[in-house]
């Protein structure tokens, strides 16, 4: 059932590369990136060597959660360009032999789309495609408590939010300008379809499908178990609900059926387990092509959850990895991040910004990619750019965020000196401060003001420079792009964690047939020793292909701080 080279699908071979549009490149000064701006740097992206961009949502928004919060999917929001931007954007990706996938965010809308518009008419017929709840039984609308189930949101407070006019509330599991559609309803499935096949016949090459986990829920809406604070988790729900795999498959049908395998799918799924994501990417089952999965990401919250970070025990990490790339080995298919425009910047992250930066952000790429799976880079990650380093809330833009310090501030919980620094490690702003282009004013993003601040360490962290330097984080992404389109024992070989209880080095092996590959990685600022005993033998067969230290004096045994070597062997 495993996939041969014979028949493996391309996207197995395949880096793709995320473009976060407002923070990529303003073409015409006012301070927010735009289409022309990443048409402008398709040649940056043609270097790198990725095959796929995906886009974050350039659909028309009011912008309150930067996009994704759409008021109309078929067009494009005038801060980012026209239509026939997107249409010229196409045409220069497939020009240079790269695809475009689209942000699909079809949990929700806007607030402001003309279907929830229409939905705030009780009387309408559209008034089913959202979940619109009277108020608990016995309540009067508006009341404390009389939320329909006691659920708390992604971005803090109830999912429940109360339209006077009609007395009903409706659900919105993100913030409250982002209703949930109900679909349940034939109708809005329909009008998804219809959409998506729209974008397709105009020449896009697939999907990254926001919570796309999240859109089947329990239609009895039971409250959830209240754990701590007020709300409850009302996960149990809505994450994978009881029927995702049929709209997925219902989708698949409706849309991706009768097109050629040149499409890509890719489903974000909060929560999702190995068991359930092997069944979603099961060719057989005709759903998605992969997912992307959180578990690696949440290694370092602690109790109080995202913000209230702890350091990260590297066994915990391996034992992750190693169980998905175990779960989905024969059957199934994983995608491989570690940043997108929600995470902090990997190298702040589990690497070490400041003295080592080049070598573990370059050591960190190393392990990721050489992972069974299709990596995904992120803007800015094939520079090793770092997270913000904010130190005052008025810096901050998102959302989330913002709202994380307004409720933590009426709760009362947590030191402004707390606060900034849970905000600092884990932010969704680290990720979404402008790509850093060169050394002039404001690292090249745009001439005006940018929306948000330039990292402060752009004159030395840029694209310019790394161009320039052999040695830099941008031509080790490169080179592992590289290795991945070559060498066929990385898209194909198997996978075997090595040393699952070393706490700093992370070592495995991938093996197609007769060749493999042995991947060694330093997590620590210091010299580690290792040996893998009968899993590999160091003799002339053995041969060093990629590392991120320059000369030929190789240590043995031992790896130098950060790391990372990877050795091939063939028959
Ligand atoms: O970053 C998160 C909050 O800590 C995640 O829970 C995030 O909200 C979740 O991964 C879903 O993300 C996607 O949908 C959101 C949007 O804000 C994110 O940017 C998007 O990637 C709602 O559309």
Redesign the pocket.
């Known amino acids: 059932m495993t996939f041969t080279v014979d028949d493996a699908p391309w996207w197995t071979r395949a880096v793709v590369y995320q473009v976060y549009p407002r923070s990529f490149a303003d073409s015409d000064g006012d301070g927010i990136g735009d289409l022309p701006g990443i048409i402008g740097r398709l040649d940056h992206l043609a270097e790198l060597g990725v095959d796929v961009v995906w886009l974050s949502p350039i659909y028309a928004s009011p912008q309150d959660?930067?996009g994704?919060?759409i008021s109309d999917y078929q067009a494009v929001d005038p801060v980012f360009g026209t239509l026939e931007d997107l249409d010229k954007l196409v045409a220069g990706l497939h020009a240079r032999g790269m695809k475009l996938v689209m942000d699909l965010?079809v949990?929700?809308t806007s607030d402001e789309h003309p279907w929830f518009v229409e939905s705030r008419d009780p009387s309408s017929p559209m008034r089913d495609w959202y979940w619109w709840r009277p108020p608990r039984d016995g309540m009067a609308a508006g009341a404390p408590g009389a939320e329909p189930t006691n659920w708390g949101s992604?971005f803090g407070g109830s999912v429940w939010e109360l339209d006077e006019t009609s007395g009903e509330y409706f659900l919105h599991l993100?913030s409250r300008k982002?209703p949930d559609l109900n679909w349940e309803n034939r109708a809005v499935r329909d009008a998804v379809y219809t959409m998506m096949r729209w974008w397709l016949d105009r020449g896009v090459d697939g999907f990254r499908m926001?919570?796309i986990n999240l859109i089947s829920k329990d239609p009895a809406l039971p409250d959830g178990v209240v754990t701590g604070g007020l709300l409850a988790d009302g996960s149990a729900s809505y994450v994978c609900g009881p029927r995702i795999h049929e709209f997925l498959a219902e989708m698949h049908k409706e849309v991706f059926a009768d097109r050629p395998e040149r499409l890509l799918t890719v489903g974000?799924m909060?929560g999702v387990t190995v068991e359930q994501a092997r069944d979603f990417t099961d060719p057989a089952r005709e759903e998605v092509d992969m997912v992307f999965q959180?578990e690696h990401v949440g290694l370092d919250h602690g109790p109080g959850g995202?913000f209230d970070v702890r350091p990260l025990r590297l066994l915990d990490l391996k034992a992750s990895f190693g169980r998905w790339q175990a779960g989905l080995a024969d059957v199934g298919w994983n995608s491989l991040y570690w940043d997108?425009?929600?995470?902090p910047r990997i190298v702040s992250r589990f690497g070490d910004d400041g003295a080592s930066r080049r070598e573990s952000a370059t050591m960190l790429a190393t392990v990721l990619h050489l992972h069974r799976g299709t990596p995904y880079v992120y803007q800015g990650e094939e520079l090793g750019m770092t997270n913000a380093h904010f130190t005052r809330f008025d810096q901050y833009r998102d959302i989330?965020t913002l709202n994380h310090v307004a409720i933590a501030r009426t709760v009362g919980t947590g030191s402004d000196e707390d606060l900034l620094a849970g905000i600092g490690a884990m932010g969704?702003d680290n990720a979404r401060t402008p790509m850093q282009w060169d050394d002039s004013p404001h690292a090249g993003f745009t001439t005006g003001t940018p929306w948000i601040e330039v990292n402060a360490n752009y004159p030395s962290v840029n694209a310019a420079a790394d161009r320039a330097d052999p040695g830099s984080v941008f031509h080790h992404y490169r080179a592992l792009i590289a290795l991945r389109h070559d060498d066929p024992v990385v898209g194909l070989g198997d996978f075997t964690m090595l040393l699952p209880e070393d706490e700093h080095v992370y070592a495995f092996v991938r093996r197609l047939g007769a060749d493999a590959l042995l991947v060694l990685g330093n997590f620590s600022g210091e010299p580690q020793g290792f040996d893998v005993g009968d899993a590999w033998t160091f003799d002339d067969r053995s041969t060093l292909v990629l590392g991120n230290y320059d000369g030929t004096d190789v240590p043995a045994s031992e790896l130098r701080p950060w790391e990372a070597r990877v050795y091939r062997r063939s028959a």
């Open positions: 959660d930067n994704y919060d965010v949990n929700h992604f993100f982002q926001d919570v974000e909060p959180f995202k997108n425009h929600d995470q989330e969704r």
